[in-house]
């Protein structure tokens, strides 16, 4: 089976603009989540989907928003980007029974 | 969530066990302990779980202390590819409560050859 997917794995943006990324679970994962990670607050959890549902969320302001589509796919999105905002963006997908989570490489966000 | 404590990094030699230490002293009956880790330029990698009683799997061990409160898990012979950094993360088990993983410092792993 084919991994956890990011589209795109680069991302240069400005100050101010928004940004949408794009993550691929793998096949029959029905659970996506989107985590943040930078060298000085580490990991973060920012949200997780199940079934076009949002189901928790992390403590990101509003500007973070995410939605999940019928085939599972998911999408992050990022408005009025700050310079702060820039990180790797990490996607995990689970299997409905399993307990462990399947990271993408993620998403490599630089705002300038 | 429960907070966990970890060694910032360590140091293994080739070939040698790796044992990594994991404090959790605030950890409730319904919390699993995992352990994912994170090679260089990858996202993070699930490596094991378990509740109470020691498990082993091809990656990895995890020993839990009997009253739950400390675990480590055991590289049983490290080669460069164990270089990581490995987090000690505690999950509620209830599948309601959704996916949530909160990371801390994790323990960069060096291993020298």
């Known amino acids: 089976k084919a991994g956890v997917t990011q589209t795109p794995r680069y991302l240069i943006k400005t100050r101010g603009q928004q940004v949408t990324l794009s993550c691929s679970p793998i096949s029959g994962h029905r659970s996506v989540s989107w985590y943040q990670q930078t060298p000085g607050q580490g990991l973060q959890f920012l949200f997780e989907?199940?079934?076009?549902?949002?189901?928790n969320k992390g403590n990101f302001p509003g500007r973070f928003s995410g939605r999940q589509f019928s085939n599972s796919r998911s999408e992050m999105n990022v408005s009025t980007l700050e310079l702060g905002d820039s990180a790797l963006y990490l996607c995990a997908s689970r299997p409905g029974q399993g307990n462990e989570q399947y990271f993408g490489p993620g998403t490599r966000l630089t705002v300038t | 969530d429960a907070k966990t404590t970890q060694p910032n990094s360590m140091e293994s030699n080739e070939e040698e066990p790796v044992h990594l230490p994991c404090n959790h002293s605030?950890?409730?009956?319904?919390?699993?302990i995992h352990w994912y880790r994170q090679l260089p330029s990858q996202g993070p990698e699930y490596v094991i779980h378990?509740?109470?009683s020691n498990v082993n799997n091809r990656m990895a061990s995890l020993a839990i202390a009997e009253d739950r409160k400390s675990s480590t898990l055991i590289l049983h012979r490290a080669t460069l590819r164990d270089a990581a950094v490995y987090y000690c993360?505690?999950?509620?088990?209830?599948?309601?409560?959704?996916?949530?993983?909160?990371f801390g410092g994790g323990t960069r792993v060096l291993v020298k050859p």
């Open positions: 378990g509740l109470t």
């Open positions: 993360i505690l999950r509620f088990m209830i599948k309601a409560a959704g996916n949530k993983l909160t």
């Open positions: 605030t950890i409730s009956g319904t919390d699993y």
């Open positions: 989907y199940f079934s076009e549902t949002q189901r």
